[in-house]
C-alpha cells in the first residue's frame, strides 16, 4: 500500500473543512499531523486520510440513549437552529449535536433521517 503525499497548492484541492494531515518536523524527525485544508501554507506537504463514516445508530441504540441519558432534543426551522440540536439536560450550553437542514428541506423524512444523525453522533461523543 502507497500512500500518496499532495503538495500544497499543486496537490489535490479540498474544501476549507476538511481534514488533512501535514508534515511537520518534531523532535529532529519528520511526523504527520492533524490540520485543516484552509490552514495549509505554500510548500506544505499533506497526506488526505481514509474517510470512515460511522454507522447510523439503531432504534433500539437511540431508545436506550435516551432513556439512560439525560438528553434533550429541539426540532426547529428556525433561524438560529435549522434543524436538530441534541444537547444534555442538565448542561445546556454544550451541544451533543446538531444537524442542519435547509428550510426547502424541511420535510417528515428528512428530519427522521436528521434525527437519527443528531443522535448517533451525540452517543458516539458520550462514547469518547
Known amino acids: 500500500m502507497s500512500i500518496q503525499i499532495n503538495t500544497f497548492p499543486q496537490g489535490q484541492q479540498l474544501s476549507d473543512g476538511e481534514l488533512v494531515q501535514v508534515q511537520v518536523a518534531q523532535s529532529g524527525r519528520l511526523v504527520f499531523k492533524d490540520a485543516y ?3 495549509l501554507q505554500d510548500g506544505d506537504k499533506y497526506i488526505i486520510p481514509d474517510q470512515v463514516e460511522m454507522p ?11 432513556i439512560r441519558g439525560k438528553v434533550k432534543w429541539l426540532i426547529s426551522d428556525e433561524s438560529w437552529c435549522e434543524g436538530v440540536l441534541v444537547y444534555d439536560a442538565e448542561d445546556t450550553v454544550n451541544d451533543l449535536a446538531n444537524v442542519h437542514v435547509l428550510p426547502a428541506d424541511f420535510s417528515q423524512k428528512n428530519i427522521n433521517g436528521a434525527f437519527r444523525e443528531a443522535m448517533t453522533e451525540a452517543i458516539n461523543n458520550q462514547e469518547l
Open 37 to 39: 485544508f484552509h490552514e
Open 56 to 66: 447510523l445508530a439503531s432504534d433500539t441504540e437511540i431508545l436506550d440513549f435516551i
